[in-house]
């Protein structure tokens, strides 16, 4: 048995579904809208590559360590984004959330907190985790931001860590929250997500 299962996780108007093949059309359409594949800090796949972005996450689905989620509106199905759990380590009870990325018209609103919201929920009082950790790029300063409004901790930094899609090499900031200080953090997101907008 996988340690993450296929589940639907929803709250507040949007829904991640586990990501399949017939998604590929309404993930094209998200990251044209704002051209994100442009962007050279994210992993959002450029229009012709959808599809085996798709079939790459699908595979390591099979391997068990990614689950990827394709994000909707619950109200319309369409597609605003995807986002996933990562390096899942059942032994540990460990799972990272990242390959985040949303439509322009998606971002600066409830979307990103409301999912990271039921990615933590799931992952502390559903699969019992221990630590939820995320990874981004040095330059990606508003990942960092996002990460750390969460109350995610900062690890450090890994030098010279990965590529980036323009061959250049990035230094990765860490962050993790271990699950006793979910309580805390899951308090706040949702005085984040009810405070008046």
């Known amino acids: 048995m996988a340690f993450v299962e296929p589940v639907t996780l929803a709250a507040r108007g949007i829904a991640l579904v586990p990501l399949a093949l017939h998604h590929a059309d309404g993930l094209r359409a998200a990251a044209a809208d704002g051209e994100l594949w442009k962007i050279r800090v994210t992993s959002v796949p450029e229009p012709g590559q959808t599809l085996s972005y798709i079939e790459n996450a699908l595979a390591m689905r099979e391997a068990g360590n990614h689950f990827a989620f394709c994000v909707l509106d619950s109200a319309t199905g369409k597609v605003l984004g995807s986002t996933r759990y990562h390096d899942i380590v059942p032994a540990i009870g460990r799972v990272e959330i990242g390959w985040t990325w949303y439509a322009k018209s998606s971002q600066r609103s409830h979307v990103n907190t409301t999912a990271k919201l039921v ?33 995610a901790k900062k690890d450090g930094v890994l030098r010279g860590h ?34 008046p907008r």
């Open 119 to 151: 990615l933590l929920t799931h992952a502390f009082e559903t699969l019992g985790c221990n630590v939820v950790g995320w990874r981004t790029d040095n330059f990606n300063f508003a990942s960092q931001a996002a990460i750390e409004r969460l109350g």
């Open 162 to 195: 990965a590529l980036r899609r323009d061959g250049t090499i990035r230094d990765t900031v860490m962050y993790s929250m271990r699950a006793g200080e979910w309580p805390e953090a899951k308090a706040q997101l949702l005085y984040l997500l009810d405070k």
